[in-house]
């Protein structure tokens, strides 16, 4: 009698199926999205330390590597907005009389904010 | 009570997942590949940007873009490692993550106080 | 021309005999209206009479006859054959579960859980039968009425991750329960199962995989549950902390 | 291993009937200590699958007396009618204590209960949940017993036989699946709710549970077997699998047209089929009248025919998507999932097919049975309220209002601590071991397989003893019966282990279900009569001078023994059966 038998679950679990696979890449882009905060707040510490140090830090950010990485923390970082937005409705609940908001709407209105705010910081930055 | 806390961590974790889900990618294709490959022109020269970042507002700004994105990761973190099997010690890697939440925020604070 | 067929591969495991489970094929004859469980009747009425599993109802409502089908967790009474066919199905127990023997899995820890949340009405006053009903509109049914849906198959338990990796987490459909009294216009007992919710396994494990939504036949929607559920209890600890003096 | 529980009541059967009694017995005296022992998870129980609704008189335009009327009238006056009236008396307090334990019944806009039309009933009473009654009724009730933590449960584990000594009912043995261990479970009272036998019938609405276990059990330990020729076939299931398609769809106006598109019912005294709905009429007409219809009209070659036999079809398209997604969306999830179509836009195949047993254990108004000590409620039970025929709706409350009385009576019995033969139990059910362990686990001669004799007595059954029975073709079923009985020694299982073996649970259901297909088929050899569901075509009328009586039959070493005990008739004197008009 050996009793009920306890199947044994791997470290890679997450390979083993394309939901969770790509489960744990959007709980990594979280990684790249800190990085990048990161590197953003190196920025503004060498903005503040003077000029040189400023444009010695922008030639850095200017090498490919950098930039790769920076394409690499983009796609990760619109992954994340994309399923954030899709799960957004599962939080939030909004019922108006017996019905709750359509899921879609709730996240249409997410990508509608996202426009916006994405524009409007373009235009604060690159306007002068 | 560990239990009790989690509320608190997880309102910084959304709060994050949202700064960052509305913010990061212009944030990521403005300073990361638009200026640092030279294209932005004349708009992020060294005078241009430090107007911009002095602004209190800017500077507001800038630090719920460094800090709540670090909670966000930090929470994530912390439960990736427990589901790659860190077992050992959940209430270390918490603080662990959380603690370096903590420090890139008071360092943001430090850095952005001095504009 | 000869009759199709179509190939399972189950899953055998014998607490009395076996140290490890194993693989058996089994060909039978393939019939397009055939489900899963159709096929493992086959099995046990036909070929091999020592083949262990659990179903009742064949109408996808008792919640017994879950079973990984080809590694995702389905219900073998409405899991076709004309899915597969014509590659082989392989049918195992549902996932992250003990193994009694063969296909079936140990509900135990379920069970608890489930007697955990303290899944009933609660009232701090019963109502006398004398006074007929609880009022509740056509909205306020629909409130709840989703997590309410819940068959208990345990496929949201097979499909989660977290599960796995911390059998001591509530678990989807435990915490789905838990929503659907506390979203009951008629219960009062939310502080009651708050305790449970909020403990160090409960909601706060999830990680919203939302796989546990996904397998669920019923669109119980546990995923969506248990945010709801994290989302309350922050606003309620919020209020505690920041206006101590507010009461509940 | 410990050989022997004690408790204080032990309740066989965690479906609606058995819970409510389990509740009823706690909360009738909290000092008691009582045991469900079921062969499933309680919530697993059949109760489950039921679809359409619960009947109580609820609203203003109704009243008991016409609740009872329908009641009566439906079963062709073999109800007993004081057993009716207690029964429809109690039945809204039952309803409205499930909805202040939480059940969602579905609402009308002010919040009050909503009712809808049922079949043979004159007036709305059917409380309902959309169209998945029976599930929120069980998972209510199994949550709320949760809160009792005098309760005990022995899940999955399966009751073999009645302890019985000095003629008084002391208990149950039972094998727990995941051991395989034999234990007596031992009480001052025990309540029967096993429900049902559906299975012995090939095509049945009913689940694989649905043994007739606890019919068998009492009758072994001499309680005799009430009305069991009684069986009702449902008007509406699915070809092939038999999964029901609830009344529910033609309460809300659904209707049933031949392959001629004709909506056959009218020739069939259910009335004129305009103005449509209407109650107690056409497609609402009783579930008896509508499957002989079927019958008929399969005679007259105007059904569909099909790889699982003949058909009709029954039609909501009328009733448009809103509707259906709101009264009836399990109805629509069964068709989509089983035979593929969209009742939106296409019409549902459907076909009478073996749903309920109006028979059972034979008890009175409190669920008693002659034996002391042991008491019966549900689908298992026969306290006549059903008669020849039940109205869709009843059983569930039936379940509750019987589950309820079964429980404060058994509660009262246990009270009293009447002493127990310990050691005497405790020999019976070590020969109760002994029994299975020889008959099959430890036997390795044999040549019948489990599934092969259980066909051939479905087949028997279905031939002998369906919707149109005679004297030639009851025999015939009878010696069948016989020949299996005599065969059935002969088994030999594949399953030799003890751990979940679920070959052993086949075999003993399969033991226990001969033994009640008996019961049916000798039941309706010996009524010369017609009523109800039992149509002889060699006696096509009903004669009330010979047969207003309830059929007994006990079993024996050979034919069972048939008896009969007088109906109950107090202020509805038997007339004829109206419907249509
Ligand atoms: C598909 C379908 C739809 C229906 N729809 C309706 C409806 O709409 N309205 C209505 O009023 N009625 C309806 N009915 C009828 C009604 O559902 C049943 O009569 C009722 O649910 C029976 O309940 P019960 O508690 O007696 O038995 P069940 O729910 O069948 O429970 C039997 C219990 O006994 C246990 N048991 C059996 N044998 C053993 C054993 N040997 N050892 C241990 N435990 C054992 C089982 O585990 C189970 O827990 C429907 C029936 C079916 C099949
Ligand atoms: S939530 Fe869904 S998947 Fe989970 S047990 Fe309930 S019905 Fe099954
Ligand atoms: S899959 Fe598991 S992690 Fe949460 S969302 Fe579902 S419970
Ligand atoms: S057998 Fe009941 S859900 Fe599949």
Redesign the pocket.
């Known amino acids: 009698m050996t009793g009920p038998y306890r199947r044994p679950v791997p470290s890679t679990w997450w390979l083993h199926n394309r939901a969770y696979f790509l489960f744990m890449l959007r709980e990594l882009t979280s990684v790249f999205i800190a990085a990048y905060v990161i590197l953003l707040l190196i920025l503004l510490y060498r903005l503040n330390a003077g000029r040189d140090a400023y444009e010695s830090y922008l030639r850095f950010l200017g090498a490919p590597g950098m930039v790769i990485f920076h394409v690499i923390a983009l796609a990760a970082a619109l992954f994340h907005t994309v399923t954030w937005f899709n799960l957004t409705p599962k939080v939030l609940v909004v019922r108006v009389g017996a019905r709750s908001v359509p899921a879609p709407i709730i996240a249409g209105v997410n990508y509608a904010a996202w426009v916006v705010l994405s524009a409007l910081v373009a235009w604060i930055v690159l306007r002068g | 009570m560990a239990g009790t806390r989690e509320p608190f961590w997880w309102s910084l974790f959304a709060a994050g997942g949202a700064v960052a889900a509305l913010l990061a990618p212009v944030q990521i294709a403005l300073t990361g590949i638009v200026v640092a490959r030279g294209w932005a022109g004349q708009s992020f020269t060294y005078d241009r940007a430090l107007a911009l970042v002095s602004h209190p507002l800017s500077r507001l700004y800038l630090f719920v873009l460094i800090s709540l994105p670090l909670f966000h990761w930090a929470h994530r973190f912390r439960f990736t490692l427990i589901d790659l099997g860190f077992k050992w010690g959940r209430a270390l890697v918490a603080g662990v993550c959380y603690g370096a939440a903590v420090a890139g925020t008071i360092l943001a604070a430090l850095v952005l106080i001095r504009f | 021309m000869t009759d199709p067929t179509i190939t399972l591969e189950i899953f055998r495991y014998h607490p009395e005999q076996d140290e490890t489970p194993s693989f058996r094929r089994y060909e039978i004859p393939y019939r397009e209206d055939w489900v899963v469980l159709d096929a493992i009747n086959y099995i046990k009425d036909r070929i091999d009479g020592t083949l262990a599993y659990r179903w009742s109802?064949r109408?996808g409502v008792c919640g017994s006859c879950g079973m990984m089908i080809n590694g995702t967790p389905r219900l073998s009474c409405a899991a076709f054959l004309r899915e597969y066919y014509p590659n082989p199905v392989r049918v195992e127990p549902l996932a992250n579960f003990p193994v009694e023997r063969d296909l079936v899995i140990a509900l135990d820890d379920f069970m608890h859980k489930l007697r955990e949340v303290n899944p009933w009405l609660i009232r701090a006053q019963e109502r006398p039968l004398s006074d007929g009903e609880y009022r509740q509109t056509p909205d306020e049914v629909a409130a709840y009425k989703q997590y309410s849906m819940c068959i208990n198959c345990m496929l949201c338990y097979a499909a989660c991750p977290v599960y796995a990796l911390e059998p001591r987490f509530l678990g989807p459909a435990a915490i789905a329960l838990a929503q659907r009294y506390n979203l009951d216009s008629r219960d009062q007992g939310r502080s009651q199962r708050q305790a449970v919710l909020s403990s160090e396994d409960g909601i706060w494990d999830c990680t919203l995989v939302g796989e546990c939504t996904v397998a669920c036949p019923e669109h119980v929607d546990p995923a969506g549950a248990i945010q709801r559920a994290k989302l309350a209890s922050t606003i309620n600890w919020y209020k505690r902390v920041l206006m101590p003096w507010g009461g509940r | 291993m410990n050989e022997i529980s004690e408790h204080d009541i032990i309740v066989?059967?965690?479906?609606?009937?058995?819970?409510?009694a389990a509740i009823a017995a706690v909360q009738t005296d909290p000092g008691l200590d009582v045991a469900i022992?079921?062969?499933?998870y309680?919530m697993?129980?059949?109760?489950?699958?039921?679809?359409?609704?619960?009947?109580a008189v609820i609203k203003p335009n109704d009243s008991l007396d016409e609740h009872i009327d329908d009641t009566i009238s439906g079963s062709d006056w073999l109800a007993d009618q004081d057993v009716v009236e207690a029964f429809v008396r109690e039945a809204p307090h039952e309803l409205i204590q499930l909805e202040h334990w939480g059940c969602p019944w579905s609402r009308e806009a002010d919040g009050s209960i909503a009712v809808r039309p049922?079949g043979g009933m004159k007036i709305e009473r059917?409380w309902f949940a959309a169209d998945k009654?029976?599930f929120h009724l069980?998972h209510t009730l199994f949550q709320t017993s949760l809160k009792f933590e005098t309760i005990k449960r022995y899940d999955e584990?399966?009751?073999?036989k009645l302890l019985v000594e000095n003629g008084r009912c002391q208990g149950?043995v039972?094998i727990e699946l995941r051991s395989g261990q034999v234990r007596a479970l031992v009480a001052n009272a025990v309540i029967l709710?096993?429900?049902?036998a559906?299975r012995i019938y090939p095509f049945?609405?009913?689940?694989a549970?649905?043994?007739?276990?606890?019919m068998a059990?009492a009758y072994r330990a001499g309680v005799p077997l009430k009305d069991m020729e009684f069986v009702q076939y449902?008007p509406t299931g699915l070809p092939g699998t038999g999964?029901?398609i609830?009344?529910?769809a033609r309460g809300e106006g659904g209707i049933l047209v031949n392959k001629d598109g004709y909506r056959y019912l009218q020739d069939y005294g259910l009335g004129p089929p305009e103005p449509w709905p209407r109650l107690r009429a056409m497609e609402l007409g009783p579930r008896d009248k509508l499957s002989q219809a079927f019958v008929h009209e399969t005679r007259k070659g105007r059904t569909f025919a099909g790889p699982y036999g003949d058909y009709v079809h029954l039609d909501v398209r009328h009733l448009g998507e809103e509707k259906i997604n709101t009264k009836i969306p399990f109805v629509r999830e069964l068709a989509h999932r089983y035979v593929g179509i969209d009742p939106v836009h296409e019409p549902i195949p459907v076909r009478p097919v073996v749903?309920?047993m109006m028979g059972g254990v034979h008890t009175d108004v409190s669920g008693a049975t002659p034996v002391p000590g042991l008491y019966a409620?549900?689908?298992?039970?026969c306290v006549s309220i059903n008669g020849a025929n039940?109205l869709?709706?009843?059983?569930?409350?039936?379940?509750l209002v019987f589950?309820a009385r079964a429980g404060r009576h058994a509660a009262a019995f246990a009270a009293q601590r009447p002493p127990r033969d310990r050691a005497a139990l405790v020999a019976q059910a070590r020969d109760e071991a002994q029994r299975v362990a020889a008959n099959f686990i430890r036997k390795d001669t044999g040549a019948e397989r489990v599934a092969a004799l259980r066909a051939e007595m479905t087949r028997a059954m279905e031939e002998g003893t369906g919707i149109y029975r005679d004297e030639a073709s009851l025999r015939k079923t009878c010696d069948v019966l016989r020949a299996l009985r005599d065969r059935f020694p002969n088994i030999r299982l594949d399953d030799r282990s003890l751990s979940f073996n679920t070959e052993l649970i086949t075999a003993?259901?399969l033991d226990?279900m001969l033994d009640v297909a008996e019961a049916v088929a000798h039941s309706a050899l010996a009524r010369t009569e017609s009523r109800g569901s039992h149509q002889r075509t060699d006696h096509p009328r009903r004669d009330d001078s010979r047969f207003l009586k309830h059929t007994l039959a006990y079993r024996t070493d050979t034919a069972p023994r048939i008896d009969y005990l007088d109906v109950v008739i107090t202020r509805w004197p038997p007339a004829e059966r109206v419907y249509g008009r």
């Open positions: 109802c109408m | 066989v059967g965690g479906g609606a009937a058995g819970l409510r022992v079921s062969k499933v309680p697993r129980s059949h109760t489950v699958s039921a679809e359409g609704g619960a009947a049922f059917t009654v029976g069980l584990w399966y009751g073999t149950i039972a709710c096993t429900g049902g559906g049945t609405t009913n689940g549970i649905k043994t007739g276990d606890g059990m449902h999964i029901l609830t009344e529910a749903h309920y409620a549900g689908e298992a039970a039940r869709g709706s009843n059983s569930l409350t039936e379940c589950g003993l259901e226990f």
